[in-house]
């Protein structure tokens, strides 16, 4: 399953750098405040999804554009053919394609492509997490007065609740930044780059390869695929900054 992600992610980004040199000609559609959807991001859905399907008819797959497309099953692969569209509209390098899976609801593994830098996260429970093939792990020196925590912003959501996160990080020593990509700001977290991460609201695909790649670098993560819930607040975490981390999830 794990060779499989992997190349059906490339496989996805490939398709979406194609289109890049042309986003500002694309046709957008606006699901809400600031959550668009391109051609693109249907493109690289029907081919991961296509190609998922024909080599594991039985599994389910749960993806941002077109949904769950079956009940029931043991295996369920978490798809998001562009985590970052905004991102990519604009000619930002960070987005990426994320495709997780679990396995009678368990995290069991999570691939996450970033086609313009080339890096390729990839992680399987029990086997840790990788970077282009070279292992990787969360920053073991992470401490809230040193952190930077990476955070998420949903339109959906009140604002107050941004703000309590932003401000609690800032009154701990630590800094922030948002990327507006879930899936890239955990795999920054399993990679060292953030020491933290934490969104009021997020949904299932966004996050459910990036929490595996943090699991398997030993970072700390709150309990959001075993409780299968398909939205909520999510949080990850070296362990310096697990404490400011669940804090942050209680002001979600």
């Known amino acids: 399953?794990?060779?499989?992600?992997?190349?059906?992610?490339?496989?996805?980004?490939q398709l979406a750098l194609a289109h890049l040199a042309d986003h500002k000609a694309l046709e957008v559609e606006a699901k809400g405040p600031q959550d668009f959807v391109t051609v693109v991001d249907k493109a690289v859905e029907t081919l991961i999804r296509g190609r998922l399907k024909e080599i594991f008819p039985d599994h389910a797959v749960l993806g941002e554009e077109f949904?769950?497309?079956?009940?029931?099953?043991?295996?369920?692969?978490?798809?998001?053919?562009?985590?970052?569209?905004?991102?990519?509209?604009?000619?930002?390098?960070?987005?990426?394609?994320?495709?997780?899976a679990t396995i009678d609801g368990k995290p069991a593994l999570g691939?996450?492509?970033?086609?313009?830098?080339?890096?390729?996260y990839s992680a399987?429970?029990?086997?840790?997490?990788?970077?282009?093939?070279?292992?990787i792990a969360v920053n073991a020196k992470a401490s809230?007065?040193?952190?930077?925590?990476?955070?998420?912003?949903?339109?959906?959501?009140?604002?107050?609740?941004?703000?309590?996160?932003v401000g609690h990080i800032l009154t701990h020593?630590?800094?922030?930044?948002?990327?507006?990509?879930?899936?890239?700001?955990?795999?920054?977290?399993?990679?060292?780059?953030?020491?933290?991460?934490?969104?009021?609201?997020?949904?299932?695909?966004?996050?459910?390869?990036?929490?595996?790649?943090?699991?398997?670098?030993?970072?700390?993560?709150?309990?959001?695929?075993?409780?299968g819930a398909q939205s909520g607040p999510v949080t990850a975490a070296a362990p310096g900054v697990a404490d400011l981390a669940r804090q942050l999830r209680a002001l979600a």
């Not at 509209?89 to 997780?100: A, E, Q, T």
């Not at 955070?151 to 009140?158: A, D, H, L, Q, W």
């Open 173 to 227: 020593g630590a800094e922030y930044r948002r990327l507006g990509s879930s899936a890239m700001s955990l795999a920054y977290v399993a990679d060292g780059r953030f020491d933290g991460y934490a969104a009021a609201h997020t949904n299932a695909w966004d996050v459910m390869a990036g929490l595996v790649l943090v699991r398997e670098a030993g970072g700390v993560t709150d309990d959001f695929i075993e409780s």
């Open 111 to 120: 691939v996450i492509y970033e086609p313009v830098r080339d890096e390729l």
């Open 67 to 100: 949904g769950l497309d079956r009940q029931g099953a043991r295996i369920v692969w978490g798809l998001d053919p562009i985590d970052g569209t905004s991102n990519f509209l604009r000619d930002r390098p960070v987005w990426c394609v994320s495709i997780g």
């Open 144 to 165: 809230p007065n040193s952190a930077i925590i990476g955070v998420g912003y949903s339109p959906g959501r009140k604002v107050e609740e941004h703000v309590a996160q």
């Open 1 to 13: 399953m794990r060779i499989v992600a992997e190349a059906l992610a490339r496989a996805g980004g």
């Open 124 to 135: 399987a429970a029990g086997q840790g997490a990788t970077r282009n093939g070279t292992p």
